[in-house]
């Protein structure tokens, strides 16, 4: 057993295309459209990983509300400052790098244009 994907919702699909692609290096891996059900799933990976992001875009659907119970997903990186350098520069909303208590700065978030978290960590 193995996970699959991780589904987010997403509502405007180019810009959320856009994003994971500049961003991380995603790439589109499947498409599915269904437009007699008014929706279009985007499957994304990145190189050399074959689990997946999946974009779900329901048509005209207004933006969603996160509520209280996501948190984030989680992205490592063997180039966290690199990266984050990068995301940086091309004018994402990411954070200052963050450290737990007692260790050097290991993790940033960055948040993609639905408003979902996105946590950078120093791959291990």
Do not use: W
């Amino acid at each position: 057993m193995k996970m699959a994907h991780t589904c987010v919702r997403v509502k405007d699909l180019e810009a959320s295309l856009d994003f994971y692609q500049k961003a991380f290096g995603f790439e589109e891996s499947r498409r599915r459209d269904f437009p007699e059900n008014k929706f279009t799933l985007v499957y994304l990976t990145l190189p050399g990983d074959d689990y997946e992001l999946e974009l779900t875009y329901n048509y005209d659907h207004e933006a969603y509300d996160l509520g209280n119970g996501y948190g984030h997903i989680a992205i490592s990186s063997d180039d966290l400052e690199g990266l984050h350098a990068k995301q940086k520069e091309a004018g994402f909303d990411v954070t200052d790098l963050k450290a737990l208590p007692g260790v050097p700065p290991s993790y940033y978030f960055i948040m993609d244009p639905d408003g979902y978290k996105i946590e950078v960590i120093r791959e291990k």
